[in-house]
């Protein structure tokens, strides 16, 4: 019967798996960023001046290199671009223009519940229309430390090669965040039965039958659930045809519910 209706069922295990996270985002020019690089290091140049002059004025110098360096940090650079800038000793001109055999910058953002996936050096892919058979890679090197109040996203902010000199400032691209999420144990997309509160699962017994157990699922991808808690490793589950039991142990409930409430009727 079970061959019949096209019921499959499929044992519970740990798999590698991964998350695409798409998003649109564009080619820096941010000559506002550019400013700001260049104010810390004029800050730094003068702080080193000012070693051997008055303590105050010591003083004075050390806190315009920390309110830049706060800057930089409220912009969205991490503590390593930021040191970066500081041993190259010069802004990234990569912000105002593109050149042959060099790097840009890509900035997408990402959603609120997406950022606990994504960290510093995930890679990161990128497409334009004006491009369609070039792919660009890269990596994320920071994220915004504030998010943007409206959209509830943060920005990411990703090196791609651009040796060719193919992309420029201002272009728009689509990218794809590819984050590895390692070995955990998770069951087909198509396992796992919503009910719009719940996440049911059919869960295959001894003599053929099925009990409905709730899940708690994680990650979603493109194909799989990953499940946290409610089955084990090695379980059996449905992955086909468990929207046929949902509708029949309904029916049962349905008429079982008739049948106590005809029950009552003639008690009367």
């Given at each position: 019967k079970q061959?019949?209706?096209g019921?499959?069922?499929?044992?519970?295990?740990?798999?590698n798996?991964s998350?695409?996270?798409?998003?649109?985002?564009r080619i820096?020019y941010d000559p506002e960023?550019?400013?700001?690089?260049?104010?810390?290091?004029?800050?730094?140049?003068?702080?080193?001046?000012?070693q051997?002059?008055?303590?105050?004025?010591?003083?004075q110098?050390?806190?315009l290199?920390?309110?830049?360096?706060?800057?930089l940090?409220?912009?969205?650079?991490s503590?390593e671009?930021?040191?970066?800038?500081?041993?190259?000793g010069k802004p990234?001109?990569?912000l105002?223009y593109?050149e042959p055999?060099?790097?840009v910058?890509?900035?997408?953002?990402i959603?609120e519940?997406e950022?606990?996936l994504?960290?510093?050096?995930?890679?990161?892919?990128?497409e334009?229309?004006?491009l369609?058979?070039q792919t660009?890679e890269?990596v994320i090197r920071?994220?915004?430390r504030?998010?943007d109040?409206v959209?509830?996203?943060?920005?990411?902010r990703?090196s791609?090669?651009?040796?060719?000199?193919?992309?420029?400032?201002e272009?728009?691209?689509?990218a794809v965040?590819?984050?590895d999420?390692g070995?955990r144990?998770?069951l087909?997309?198509?396992?796992?039965?919503?009910?719009?509160e719940?996440?049911?699962?059919?869960?295959a017994?001894?003599?053929g039958a099925f009990?409905?157990?709730e899940v708690?699922?994680?990650?979603?991808?493109?194909e799989?659930y990953?499940?946290?808690?409610?089955?084990a490793?090695?379980?059996?589950?449905?992955?086909?045809?468990n929207?046929?039991i949902?509708?029949?142990s309904?029916?049962?409930?349905?008429?079982e519910?008739?049948g106590?409430k005809?029950g009552?009727?003639h008690?009367v």
């Amino acid at each position: 019967k079970q061959q019949v209706i096209g019921l499959k069922t499929a044992p519970v295990q740990k798999l590698n798996i991964s998350k695409a996270i798409r998003t649109v985002g564009r080619i820096a020019y941010d000559p506002e960023l550019y400013q700001a690089e260049e104010e810390f290091l004029q800050a730094i140049q003068a702080s080193g001046k000012a070693q051997l002059a008055a303590p105050e004025i010591k003083e004075q110098a050390e806190k315009l290199v920390d309110s830049s360096k706060i800057k930089l940090r409220l912009m969205g650079l991490s503590e390593e671009l930021i040191q970066e800038i500081e041993s190259s000793g010069k802004p990234d001109r990569s912000l105002l223009y593109s050149e042959p055999g060099g790097t840009v910058w890509l900035y997408a953002p990402i959603y609120e519940y997406e950022i606990p996936l994504v960290k510093t050096g995930t890679r990161i892919e990128a497409e334009t229309s004006s491009l369609p058979e070039q792919t660009f890679e890269g990596v994320i090197r920071s994220m915004d430390r504030v998010l943007d109040p409206v959209t509830r996203s943060a920005r990411v902010r990703a090196s791609l090669d651009n040796s060719a000199g193919l992309l420029k400032p201002e272009m728009y691209v689509n990218a794809v965040i590819k984050v590895d999420l390692g070995e955990r144990l998770a069951l087909p997309e198509e396992a796992v039965f919503q009910t719009g509160e719940k996440n049911i699962v059919f869960v295959a017994t001894a003599g053929g039958a099925f009990e409905p157990r709730e899940v708690t699922v994680g990650v979603q991808t493109e194909e799989l659930y990953e499940i946290r808690s409610g089955v084990a490793e090695g379980e059996k589950v449905v992955v086909s045809g468990n929207f046929l039991i949902d509708s029949e142990s309904r029916l049962k409930a349905a008429l079982e519910g008739l049948g106590k409430k005809e029950g009552h009727t003639h008690a009367v």
